[in-house]
């Protein structure tokens, strides 16, 4: 089936350390899947971090980024020095641009704490 | 940020009481979505509409929930009645015409004691 894993959490980082989440996908009956990172910050709704909808392309927003891999599935989300404002829990998503209206599949989030 | 209007924030009801939520989506979005997230963080589509009509929904759906997207109204998300497995945050989201994205409210927290 169509499905989404990712790190499981939670993940502890120290200031200005690097970071990654992984996070692969199953599109089997999706044809011409779109991958998303979602946010959600400590008290807040979720949010749209960033989007790649062609295979091959990187995404980008607040020093983080993504890569759609289609030979390997994943969607890794990665940033060089994370800050303390970037504790939240991340949601990596699978949608469909084949049909009009996408619901997307999503991981079960990761929670990430950044100590100062 | 998601300008998504999700009414009421919390929501505590019975066991076999009916349980009503709102969604007013963003402005000049075509499409709703509602999901369920339950207490393992776990997404589960339920339905969506494209303007008034429904496009696609599950199973659980069809039998003790039921939604609506009426022209010029809030769209709504009920549950006939209520159980303690529909306990769960639940999420409207809308997508602008032909985006990929999806913009999401901040949910309404459903408590079934």
């Known amino acids: 089936g169509d499905s989404v894993t990712q790190t499981e959490g939670p993940v502890t980082v120290s200031e200005s350390e690097s970071l990654i989440i992984n996070c692969t996908y199953s599109a089997t009956s999706i044809a011409y899947p779109n991958l998303f990172w979602y946010v959600r910050y400590p008290g807040e709704g979720l949010q749209l971090l960033l989007k790649?909808?062609?295979?091959?392309q990187k995404g980008s927003s607040r020093g983080f980024e993504a890569t759609y891999n289609k030979e390997t599935t994943s969607f890794h989300l990665q940033k060089a020095s994370v800050q303390e404002s970037d504790s939240a829990v991340y949601y990596c998503?699978?949608?469909?641009?084949?049909?009009?209206?996408?619901?997307?599949?999503f991981g079960k989030g990761t929670s990430l704490t950044v100590i100062p | 940020n998601s300008k998504v209007i999700q009414t009421p924030r919390y929501l505590v009801k019975g066991q076999g009481q009916k349980a009503k939520m709102r969604c007013i989506p963003e402005?000049?979005?075509?499409?709703v979505f509602w999901y369920q997230q339950n207490k393992n963080n776990e997404f589960k589509f339920l339905i969506n509409?494209?303007?008034?009509?429904?496009?696609?929904q599950i199973d659980m759906t069809e039998k003790r929930f039921s939604a609506e997207c009426p022209s010029n109204s809030p769209c709504s998300l009920e549950i006939q009645s209520s159980e303690a497995g529909d306990s769960a945050l639940y999420l409207c989201?809308?997508?602008?015409?032909?985006?990929?994205?999806?913009?999401f409210g901040p949910g309404t927290r459903l408590t079934v004691l």
């Open positions: 989201a809308s997508s602008p015409p032909r985006g990929y994205e999806q913009y």
């Open positions: 998503a699978l949608g469909d641009q084949g049909t009009g209206y996408q619901n997307f599949y």
């Open positions: 790649v909808i062609t295979a091959g």
């Open positions: 402005k000049g979005h075509p499409v």
């Open positions: 509409f494209q303007n008034q009509e429904v496009l696609q």
